[in-house]
């Protein structure tokens, strides 16, 4: 028997994307019914909770002394188990309305997860009121999401840009052959672009605004008509708030070295990977998942400079958890991929 006791399998057992930027939650029979930032907003003087969520997101950056806003996730595991514990619970409590239901949970995990990250997470999420928890390795649920073949003899090629990490794994028979997980994703990006703006225009910008100059102006590669938008921040010579015109050129060398990490580590992948593998991956192609493969131009990029076929996921920032949902849903299909103890 499954660790499920596939008889009787409640329908508040759920899948949780615990990522870095957000959390998305899908309840078995319903579908994903949660989607919210991984953030939480503490008054530090009694530790009270604020808020949570997007609520807590639109605090960054916004706060006076006595209020912390906390991003308890880091590179796609926990960083603060005890933050991280207050938001799940809080994520289960708006999908479980039966209080009395302790739901039964998988949750995703960057493949190059430790032992230690392993137990902090199934900790983290059992005291958070779930009863049982099992794990799934992001790059294998992004797979099942896009629907492709993980169980048979065939090898699927998937890219899953995260948050904090880059997944990267190569699949055949319901197992990872090979997998490279580098701690580099959209977060990297930001944070690159608020050095840049630091150094090349003495303006301080807030990880917000970092994110949306990545998400109108960011590319990966030179665009036909190059875009440009405004920038706000404090002048860090004069003290006061100013605003300057940014173009795609400028955004595109401050994102260059963490793009040029995950076309290395692609080309990493590719060249560890079993010949008659790599034969069904020229054939098939790469699926590219995670919000951070929306970034303008990254699939051409990785074309370019692979020569193989590069596929943008449908909806790629919720293949992880729908692929955790194929496996709730379809468990005896599926146990397999799970990761074991």
Avoid: W
């Avoid at 790469?286 to 970034?295: E, K, V």
């Amino acid at each position: 028997m499954s660790f499920f006791g596939l008889k009787g399998f409640l329908t508040s057992d759920i899948a949780m994307d615990l990522g870095t930027a957000n959390t998305l939650v899908y309840v078995k029979g319903q579908g994903i019914i949660l989607r919210e930032p991984s953030v939480v907003a503490i008054r530090k003087d009694d530790n009270k909770v604020m808020a949570i969520g997007r609520e807590a997101r639109e605090m960054l950056g916004k706060t006076h002394g006595q209020i912390e806003v906390i991003r308890p996730m880091r590179h796609g595991v926990i960083d603060d188990d005890e933050v991280a514990e207050i938001m799940i619970r809080s994520f289960l409590r708006r999908v479980v309305k039966n209080r009395l239901i302790r739901p039964r949970a998988i949750v995703c995990v960057p493949s190059g997860v430790t032992k230690s990250e392993k137990r902090i997470i199934r900790d983290a999420a059992e005291h958070a009121g779930c009863r049982e928890v099992h794990l799934i390795a992001e790059p294998m649920a992004a797979a099942l999401g896009v629907g492709l073949p993980v169980q048979e003899a065939v090898g699927s090629m998937v890219i899953d840009i995260g948050g904090g990490t880059t997944e990267i794994a190569i699949i055949s028979l319901s197992g990872i052959v090979n997998d490279t997980s580098i701690r580099v994703g959209g977060d990297e990006m930001d944070d690159t672009i608020v050095q840049f703006m630091r150094r090349n225009y003495n303006l301080l910008i807030g990880d917000r605004m970092a994110e949306e100059i990545k998400q109108k102006v960011g590319s990966a590669v030179p665009l036909e008509q190059e875009l440009s938008m405004i920038a706000k921040g404090r002048d860090l010579v004069a003290g006061i708030p100013k605003a300057i015109e940014i173009n795609s050129v400028e955004i595109r060398e401050a994102i260059a070295e963490p793009v040029g990490q995950i076309v290395d580590a692609v080309k990493l992948a590719l060249e560890r990977t079993p010949p008659m593998l790599s034969a069904d991956i020229r054939d098939r192609g790469i699926i590219l998942t995670g919000g951070g493969a929306l970034l303008r131009g990254l699939d051409q990029r990785l074309r370019d400079e692979t020569s193989l076929p590069i596929n943008l996921a449908e909806d790629p920032l919720t293949c992880v958890v729908r692929g955790t949902g194929v496996v709730l849903d379809h468990l005896e299909k599926h146990e397999a991929v799970l990761l074991k103890s």
